[in-house]
């Protein structure tokens, strides 16, 4: 099993940054893959940056050049560094973990970012 722990959401004025830390522990061995992604009111939870091996990582479309994704292996966390924030960034952010081989989904509890104009 693996557990996820997510932090540093919170209020924040469009423009503003945040960053969110995702706490991992557990079997960590068979994570390969490890993201963010957010459900807003009324929508699908969608992708919002994903890194694999702690070095490839994968952008939203909505979110490239704005949101960094960033692994310290030493501590298991996984970051979200946010800038230039915008009101439709507010949601609830998820960190995600994926297990090769079995494959199997890991999910943190959520932290709520809103961002005010």
């Known amino acids: 099993q693996v557990q996820l722990v997510e932090s540093g959401g919170g209020l924040v004025q469009a423009g503003g940054s945040l960053r969110l830390s995702c706490a991992a522990s557990?079997?960590?061995?068979?994570?390969?893959?490890m993201g963010w992604y957010r459900q807003a009111p009324g929508k699908e939870r969608e992708l919002v940056a994903t890194?694999?091996?702690?070095?490839?990582?994968n952008y939203a479309d909505s979110v490239k050049g704005r949101f960094t994704i960033s692994r310290d292996g030493a501590k298991n966390t996984v970051y979200l560094q946010m800038n230039s924030l915008k009101p439709e960034d507010t949601a609830v952010y998820y960190c995600?973990?994926?297990?090769?081989?079995?494959?199997?989904?890991?999910w943190g509890q959520g932290t709520q970012v809103t961002v005010s104009s």
């Open positions: 890194i694999t091996g702690g070095t490839r990582t």
């Open positions: 995600n973990a994926v297990q090769a081989l079995p494959t199997k989904y890991y």
């Open positions: 557990g079997r960590l061995l068979s994570i390969n893959t």
